[in-house]
Each structure stands twice: as structure tokens, then as C-alpha cells.
């Protein structure tokens, strides 16, 4: 167990529609990350937070947005969703979000758009 | 070009034998970050073993040990006396730290016979 959570473990949704994905870094880590791992494009970077502000971005989509707030948990949302949104999302944490850092995964969202 | 490659998309071992996954990575940047991490096939993302771009050892831990090679721009994975439970998916990742990005290889799939 690394310490980071994510809810809901599955989500199951339509096209065109909204979710919110959850994450909850592990206790004294600053830095949020989100990542999209779809079986045709691999693990994709999508966002980086520290301490409540954006601090690198990646492959994200105008329809995806993120935010970190004061409690430092994250959320992801996703938007209009698209039958290739299709993924297993998942968030990882570390400390200060700097070069050395080790990132520690969350088990991951598998969002599934029918 | 690919940042990260990973060239064995599966491999097999033997119980108790050593294995190399290997990973060639492109950066122009002096600073960065080198991770390995392994997935289970429950989904999981579990850290194992990190290299800095100036660190002059080469990273060990526990049965993982790296052979960081600077000038060729690589990084195996070593798993001494290899488990039934090694068998997953096993990623090669990357942090570039001007740059403040993350990437991952495609993968190797380990799977050790008994």
C-alpha cells in the first residue's frame, strides 16, 4: 500500500458525459501527479501540482481539467467524454514534487466510456 | 524520437536466475531523474529503484540493481534470483528537471518459470 488513495477504484459512463476522478496524496507530500494509461498509447504524463498550483503539464486535453486544493487531495475531471478516454488513470504523490522525488502511486481509476 | 525505450516487450527467466531489462533514454537536459517501476497484473504502479543523473554509484536495491551507463544513455534493471512473484509488467521512466517532465517506456513483460 503506498499510502495514496483513489475513488472511485471503477467508474462506468456514457459518451458526452462528466466525471470526477479523486485522489488524496500520501500524508506530507505536496506534490500531485496524473497519469492516463490506455492500452494503445502506454502511460501518459497528464499533470503535475504543488502545494495547491500547477507546476508541469503534460499530455492533457482541453477537456480535462485538474486542481489541487488546500487540503492538497486532487481531483481530475474529465469532460465530453470520447470512447478513447477509455483508461486506468492514475494519481501518484510525492514530497516536494522536485527532481529527485519518487512518485508513489495511487491503485488507479479504470474509467470505462460506453 | 522516443524518450524512453524499452526494446523487450516480453521476456522469460527462471526461478532464482538474474534477469536485465533494458532501457535507453534521450535527454539533452544534465539534470534528470531515472526511475523503474513494476505492475502487477492487479493494476498496481509500485516504485522500485531510482537513479540520478549525477550520481556516480549505480543504484541498488535489495534484489534491483541498476546499470546506469551515462554516456550511452541507458539504465537496466538487474533482478538478482528471481521470484514467481517478479512476473509483471516492469516501466522505465524519466524526469527531466528543467524541462519538469515525465516520461514512460512502453514496457517489458517479465514472466519467471518455475
Known amino acids: 500500500d503506498s499510502g495514496v488513495t483513489q475513488t472511485p477504484k471503477h467508474l462506468i459512463t456514457a459518451t458526452g458525459q462528466r466525471v470526477t476522478l479523486r485522489c488524496s496524496p500520501r500524508?506530507?507530500?505536496?506534490?500531485v501527479y496524473w497519469y492516463q494509461q490506455s492500452l494503445d498509447q502506454g502511460l501518459q504524463f497528464l499533470i503535475q501540482?504543488?502545494?495547491?498550483?500547477?507546476?508541469a503539464k503534460g499530455n492533457i486535453l482541453e477537456r480535462f481539467s485538474a486542481q489541487q486544493f488546500p487540503d492538497l487531495h486532487s481531483e481530475l475531471n474529465l469532460s465530453s467524454l470520447e470512447l478513447g478516454d477509455s483508461a486506468l488513470y492514475f494519481c501518484?504523490?510525492?514530497?516536494?514534487?522536485?527532481?529527485?522525488?519518487?512518485?508513489?502511486f495511487g491503485p488507479g481509476t479504470r474509467l470505462t466510456v460506453l | 524520437a522516443q524518450k524512453i525505450t524499452q526494446t523487450q516487450p516480453g521476456m522469460f527467466v527462471q526461478e532464482k536466475e538474474a534477469v536485465t531489462l533494458d532501457c535507453t533514454y534521450d535527454?539533452?537536459?544534465?539534470?534528470?531523474?531515472l526511475f523503474w517501476y513494476k505492475q502487477p497484473s492487479s493494476g498496481e504502479m509500485i516504485f522500485l529503484i531510482y537513479?540520478?543523473?549525477?550520481?556516480?554509484q549505480n543504484a541498488t536495491e535489495g534484489r534491483y540493481s541498476l546499470n546506469f551507463q551515462k554516456a550511452r544513455k541507458s539504465t537496466n534493471l538487474v533482478i538478482s534470483a528471481s521470484q514467481l512473484g517478479d512476473s509483471a509488467m516492469y516501466f522505465c521512466a524519466m524526469r527531466e528537471d528543467n524541462f519538469n517532465k515525465f516520461y514512460f517506456g512502453s514496457g517489458t513483460k517479465l514472466n519467471v518459470k518455475p
Open positions: 500524508s506530507g507530500d505536496l506534490s
Open positions: 501518484a504523490s510525492s514530497p516536494t514534487g522536485g527532481g529527485t522525488d519518487t512518485q508513489y
Open positions: 537513479q540520478g543523473s549525477y550520481d556516480e
Open positions: 501540482y504543488y502545494n495547491g498550483e500547477e507546476r
Open positions: 535527454t539533452s537536459d544534465q539534470s534528470y531523474g
